[in-house]
């Protein structure tokens, strides 16, 4: 009975470390649906940032290599396809 106990216990710190680690993409998920002005999901929400951050890995650094930047262009192409997908 104590290993039950310790169990459920256990359980319910997991379950209450994934509610805390999930709300920061709530947040951001709650953002983008206001900005939107329509419902988006997660998978939607992870596809904006993919999307954003394969724009911003290509266009910041101004000392990549030539074929660095091409291979960020085309990460950002493709996760703008996926994105595009989604919705």
Not at 1 to 20: A, D, R, S, Y
Not at 23 to 40: A, K
Not at 52 to 63: E, I, N, R, S
Request: hydrophobic share 45%; charged share 20%; aromatic share 14%.
């Amino acid at each position: 009975m104590e290993k039950q106990i310790t169990l459920q216990g256990t359980w319910m710190l997991v379950e209450n470390v994934k509610k805390v680690a999930n709300r920061p993409m709530e947040w951001l998920r709650q953002y983008y649906s206001s900005v939107l002005e329509r419902d988006i999901n997660k998978r939607q929400t992870w596809s904006l940032i993919e999307v954003q951050t394969a724009f911003f890995a290509g266009v910041m650094p101004a000392d990549y290599s030539l074929l660095l930047r091409a291979a960020c262009c085309l990460w950002f192409y493709l996760a703008l396809r996926r994105y595009r997908h989604l919705f």
